[in-house]
């Protein structure tokens, strides 16, 4: 009985130091880790709203929960050049996370991935610059349009698929398409394109 008695205090001896030591790691770690996602979304966000102040984005939150972003074109905070929006499906073996960033009359003007771990050669080529090339070929396909002509070659669009990675091709383009639906209802709407003939008038 001793001896069990004996074991059972060693071992609730060990998980209380074991569970000191995960705590005082998790306080160590937490600010650094909450540090470099700060990072990634300011970078994600200076690429996805590229006309914007970097230091006059805000977010806009409803509940605690991210909305979406506002890009003002100087500190003044007095002209919107765009919005963004943070677009979420699952692919072939990840969640692709994506900055997405429009104008006000509803065109890309920008995008970066942010998070994924697809399958490498295959679905990480929505990242992937072409030699010759400074950005990703696959993303440099969404910007200018509209929500109107963003769909994958396979389904009808103008939209070229990754070779051997159609299922993370497709995830991106259809969160982009989600996202950017989500974003045009909580704004109801964007503003409509001045044509050449009204500047005129």
Known sequence: MKEILKLGGILMLVTAIAGAALSMVNVITKPKIEEQKRLVTQRALVAALPTADPDSIEAVTQNDQLEYY???ATAAKK?????A????K???SSEIETMVGVDTTGKIIGLKVIDHKETPGL??????????ESSPYFQDQFINRTIDNIALDKDNGEI??????TVSSRAMTESIVEGFKRLEQKLDGFKKPITTQEQVN
């Open 160 to 165: 070229k698929s990754i070779t051997g990675a």
């Open 90 to 92: 699952y692919g072939y």
């Open 85 to 88: 929006f943070i677009a979420k």
């Open 70 to 72: 506002i890009g003002y």
């Open 123 to 132: 679905g990480t080529k929505i990242e992937e610059i072409r030699y010759g």
């Open 79 to 83: 002209k919107i050049v765009g919005y």
